[in-house]
Every structure is written in structure tokens, then in C-alpha cells.
T-cell receptor, first 113, second 112 residues
């Protein structure tokens, strides 16, 4: 089954404790991205990757890092999480940036206390 | 990318057609209209897209006006499982970052 898998689905952590949210897709997609969703602000892009070893900032990259060492994986790293990073996070992939259909993961609800 | 305007909420009776409007009066000639939906904080799901012509797939139909300034997503026989937030997005097909700009969307409530 074609899918984008995020882990964990839920996470409560403390300020400053490094964490990684994993994202993996099994569709051989070139393009992957991360969004965060907050009430009243909608979905905003954090980082995106056009292909392996090619990443770039989205609209709200501060406090986040990403890597794309393999085509299927695109982890989101919070080196020193802060309470303002409490949010619902989605990973998405598509075959190429030009393609229309984006596949989203089920989301990771992160709470930083 | 062009901005879209959607009503914040709509109701529909189960089994009836749901018609969700979207205004995109500033759309450019090379921008596509996309529809996604999000069911209760799950990941958004692609529904359909189009450029000029009307489109239909197993999920829905997309009707785009001749001047392309507005469109309507039609769910022909709405079920309770279609209750979701529906997003209309317009963007160029290439030469950009691939970012999808989600507005506030329309919350569709399908009622028994």
C-alpha cells in the first residue's frame, strides 16, 4: 500500500530535549516536505526537499532541521524544542514537485512543556 | 500563487450532492485548481485538480467557470464520512517550491 508513515504519532517532551520525528514513504517520490498546523494559522511549510541531499527552507524553518540522505526518508529534527513548537506536524511526498497529488502522513501531535 | 476564498462552513444532507464553491478571481492562466480535504486532524487527502476543463474522478467532480475565476467541487452523494474541511488551492504546475498554500477551507458537515 502506498503510504507516508510518520513516527511517533503523539509525543510530549520537555523544553530543550532534542527530538526527531521520522517520515518515510514507499512510493519512490522525489519531493518531500514538512508542514505544521496550528489553530487559526492553517498549514505552513517548514522545509522541503526536491531530491536526495537537496533541502530548502519553507515559510517557518526556525528551530527545525531536516536531512535527506535517502530518497524514502525525510526526518524532522528539533535540536532544542520550545513550547512554541507545540503543534500538529505533517510530512508529505509527491512523485515530483510538478506533480499534483501530494500524499500526507497521519500526523504527529507534539507537545513541548 | 493566487488567493482563494471559500465559505467557512456548509451543511449537507446525507445522500444529497454537496456543492462547495471557491473563488479565485486572481488566478493566472498557468495556475491549476486543486482540492484537498482533511478529516478531523488526519493528514490532508488529495481529491481532484483541473486547469480549464471540468474534471471527474471516483471521488468528486470539479466544475471550473469559463473565465476560471471560480470553481465548484461536487460530491455527488455525500456520506457521513465526507464530513471534513475542504481546501481549494491554486498554484502553478512548475517552477516553484512545490508549497501548497492551505487557506482556512470550508468545513462541510454531512448530516443524517
Amino acid at each position: 500500500e502506498a503510504q507516508v508513515t510518520q513516527n511517533p504519532r503523539y509525543l510530549i517532551t520537555v523544553t530543550g530535549k532534542k527530538l526527531t520525528v521520522t517520515c518515510s514513504q514507499n512510493m519512490n517520490h522525489e519531493y518531500m516536505s514538512w508542514y505544521r498546523q496550528d489553530p487559526g494559522l492553517g498549514l505552513r511549510q517548514i522545509y522541503y526537499s526536491m531530491n536526495v541531499e537537496v533541502t530548502d527552507k519553507g515559510d517557518v524553518p526556525e528551530g527545525y532541521k531536516v536531512s535527506r540522505k535517502e530518497k524514502r526518508n525525510f526526518p524532522l529534527i528539533l535540536e532544542s524544542p520550545s513550547p512554541n513548537q507545540t503543534s500538529l506536524y505533517f510530512c508529505a511526498s509527491r512523485y515530483r514537485v510538478r506533480n499534483t497529488e501530494a500524499f500526507f502522513g497521519q500526523g504527529t501531535r507534539l507537545t513541548v512543556v | 500563487d493566487a488567493k482563494t476564498t471559500q465559505p467557512p462552513s456548509m451543511d449537507c444532507a446525507e445522500g444529497r450532492a454537496a456543492n462547495l464553491p471557491c473563488n479565485h478571481s486572481t488566478i493566472s492562466g498557468n495556475e491549476y485548481v486543486y482540492w484537498y480535504r482533511q478529516i478531523h486532524s488526519q493528514g490532508p487527502q488529495y481529491i481532484i485538480h483541473g486547469l480549464k476543463n471540468n474534471e471527474t474522478n471516483e471521488m468528486a467532480s470539479l466544475i471550473i467557470t469559463e473565465d476560471r475565476k471560480s470553481s465548484t467541487l461536487i460530491l455527488p452523494h455525500a456520506t457521513l464520512r465526507d464530513t471534513a474541511v475542504y481546501y481549494c488551492i491554486v498554484r502553478v504546475a512548475s517552477g516553484n517550491t512545490g508549497k501548497l498554500i492551505f487557506g482556512q477551507g470550508t468545513t462541510l458537515q454531512v448530516k443524517p
